[in-house]
């Protein structure tokens, strides 16, 4: 049952559960249960990441359609009878509350790849495009909720499978420089296109109002600035060594907000500085990069394309948290991989680890 169990995959998310679980005793010291909560949110997502490790990956593939299936039906079902909360609805009562957009974090990957393989030799352009339908179905129920974060982790997780199958860069160059662009343009006409009574089409008017937040924080810094003006503080104040362990000061007099879940890399930059900046990204990124040599030895299409999804989920998570927090990307609700607080992304991560596992097991085993 350990054969095959990739050793330095498990010893980068081992330094990065010591390194979660320190910053959470000094962010946490006040939170009740909250450090040790945390510790038992790591042991069952070792536990999980262990029973799917053992799941060979052709069985993974016979769950996609269905968990994929189940989980859109889930975002339906939100939408018409979800439990609304602080203006969103985004969980659903079935005996216990859930949040189905959880599940297409991983039943995304899981769908996209299970197309790529059944379309293996064949395909064509409107391959793509019902793969691309298969992704936006899910992305735009999950930003009618509104969830920005959830809508952002499914959408890199999807696109890079897409991507890795083969989509041209032809066809992902103009999106993007035409992002660029508006972001630039939003950029240079921010007094105006910011000003009271201003509404943008598409967006709902809180995911408006943390864009322009994002480019003037100063606009509201008692309100919706705090949040971007105390985590670049506590970054800036951390210095290249760190203030210390347990001697963050705008940690513990409380002038970050969600210090143990959203915003803990404050807390954590503050404290380890540049330096210890420095080691988190590290392993962060060896952690993506390992995770890719998986998906390249892997030894089908289906393997190859759901650990290469995987590796994006880990990506996502952390460049999107470090970015909010770092003022480069608005705020949205997205932890940092085994560093924040919080059940229900912990077992996210381990399943994911678990499918990694998984696939470099039945690489090792069919070498053997």
């Not at 990441?49 to 769950?63: E, G, K, S």
């Not at 609805?89 to 974090?105: A, D, F, H, T, Y």
């Not at 030894?299 to 999804?309: D, E, I, M, V, W």
């Not at 909010?324 to 919080?342: H, Q």
Request: include cysteine; glycine fraction near 12%.
């Amino acid at each position: 049952m350990i054969k095959g169990f990739d050793g330095p995959l498990a010893f980068l998310v081992f330094m990065l559960g010591c390194l979660g679980m320190l910053t959470m005793y000094s962010s946490g010291y006040d939170h009740g249960t909250r450090f040790s909560d945390h510790g038992r949110n790591m042991l069952l997502a070792a536990g999980i990441m262990f029973l799917v490790a053992q799941i060979p990956p052709q069985r993974l593939m016979a769950v996609a359609v269905p968990l994929y299936t189940i989980g859109v039906t889930l975002l339906i079902a939100v939408a018409l009878f979800g439990i609304a909360k602080k203006g969103a609805r985004r969980w659903l009562n079935i005996g216990v509350v859930i949040q189905p957009s959880e599940i297409l974090k991983i039943a995304m990957p899981l769908m996209l790849a299970w197309w790529f393989q059944r379309r293996e030799g064949m395909l064509q352009a409107k391959d793509f495009v019902i793969a691309i339908a298969f992704l936006l179905v899910p992305v735009g129920l999950i930003m009618k909720q509104p969830d920005l974060g959830t809508a952002l982790l499914v959408m890199g997780a999807g696109f890079s499978v897409i991507f890795f199958a083969g989509l041209s860069w032809k066809l992902v160059l103009p999106p993007v420089v035409l992002g660029a662009i508006g972001i630039g343009l939003v950029a240079f006409f921010e007094p105006s296109l910011c000003a009271d009574g201003v509404r943008w089409p598409v967006l709902h008017d809180y995911q408006q109002q943390r864009i322009c937040t994002l480019l003037n924080p100063s606009r509201d810094p008692l309100g919706k600035g705090f949040h971007i003006i105390q985590g670049m503080i506590a970054i800036g104040s951390g210095g290249v060594f760190g203030k210390g362990f347990m001697k963050g000061t705008q940690t513990h007099l409380e002038f970050i907000p969600e210090r143990t879940t959203d915003f803990i890399f404050a807390a954590y930059a503050e404290e380890f500085g540049l330096i210890g900046t420095l080691v988190l990204t590290t392993v962060f990124v060896l952690l993506v990069l390992r995770a890719l040599v998986i998906a390249q030895n892997a030894p089908t299409l289906f393997s190859r394309l759901l650990a290469g999804g995987v590796a994006m989920i880990f990506f996502s998570y952390s460049f999107v948290n470090m970015g909010m927090v770092s003022g480069i990307l608005p705020v949205v609700g997205v932890p940092l991989p085994f560093i924040s607080y919080g059940g229900t992304a912990m077992v996210t991560l381990g399943l994911s680890l678990g499918i990694l596992m998984s696939i470099a097991k039945s690489k090792r085993l069919v070498q053997s």
